[in-house]
């Protein structure tokens, strides 16, 4: 089975603080992703990384940066964190491969005080 | 932007009863595929099941099967004999050109009444 792993279930910090979400997975895959979801907005793409060093904006990437230095962890990096930045983050893994789905960490609720 | 639109905000169903949850999808991509997952109140996202736009045949997995009519750009999950483990977040997927970039519906709440 695929396991992704996010460092924190829950966070709280201060608008102005640099925020970092860890993101670790262990199947190998190429690709990896960051989402944050808001009621009644669904799931929004952040930024994915197709390789390590490689990145890309997804379609929010604004107040956000990522870092991929290693294949098997991708990290989403708040630079000054603001409180409409309060959201649940997700994490996700892809093979490649067409017919796969991606698959998800269990979430960091962030709360910016 | 090409959307993937879930009417339903919320449904009910009573226990062992089917129910259907709808998705519609946009896109001018001859190649595709749609996913649903199922986010309970824990907050983990869970794969449910795959169709390809080329797959003639609608998808099944165990309770779970995808009512696929391409033409109408539609893609309804379709739960069988609902269990209350089955209450939860809904949400529909559209995998763009090379399947790297999912575009999720807004989802739909479903409750499961004893």
């Known amino acids: 089975d695929v396991k992704v792993t996010q460092s924190s279930r829950y966070l709280v910090k201060r608008t102005g603080e640099k925020v970092f979400l860890e993101c670790v997975q262990d199947?190998?895959?190429?690709?990896m992703f960051w989402y944050r979801q808001d009621p009644g907005l669904g799931l929004r793409l952040i930024y994915f990384?197709?390789?390590?060093?490689?990145?890309e904006k997804g379609d929010i990437p604004e107040g956000y940066s990522v870092s991929r230095e290693k294949k098997e962890r991708f990290s989403l990096i708040l630079e000054s964190a603001s409180t409409n930045q309060t959201s649940m983050y997700l994490c996700?893994?892809?093979?490649?491969?067409?017919?796969?789905?991606?698959?998800f960490g269990d979430g960091t609720r962030l709360s910016i005080l | 932007a090409q959307k993937i639109t879930q009417t339903q905000p919320g449904m009910f169903v009573q226990e062992k009863e089917a129910v259907t949850l709808d998705c519609t999808y946009d896109?001018?991509?001859?190649?595709?595929?749609l996913f649903w997952y199922k986010q309970p109140s824990s907050g983990e996202m869970i794969f449910l099941i795959y169709?390809?736009?080329?797959?003639?045949q609608n998808a099944t997995e165990g309770r779970y099967s995808l009512n696929f009519q391409k033409a109408r750009k539609s893609a309804n999950l379709v739960i069988s004999a609902s269990q209350l483990g089955d209450s939860a977040m809904y949400f529909c997927?559209?995998?763009?050109?090379?399947?790297?970039?999912?575009?999720f519906g807004t989802g739909t709440r479903l409750l499961v009444s004893p």
């Open positions: 996700a893994t892809w093979t490649g491969d067409s017919n796969q789905p991606q698959h």
């Open positions: 169709q390809g736009s080329y797959d003639q």
């Open positions: 990384s197709y390789d390590v060093k490689m990145k």
């Open positions: 896109t001018s991509d001859p190649s595709y595929g």
């Open positions: 199947m190998d895959h190429e690709n």
């Open positions: 997927a559209r995998g763009s050109t090379g399947f790297q970039k999912l575009v």
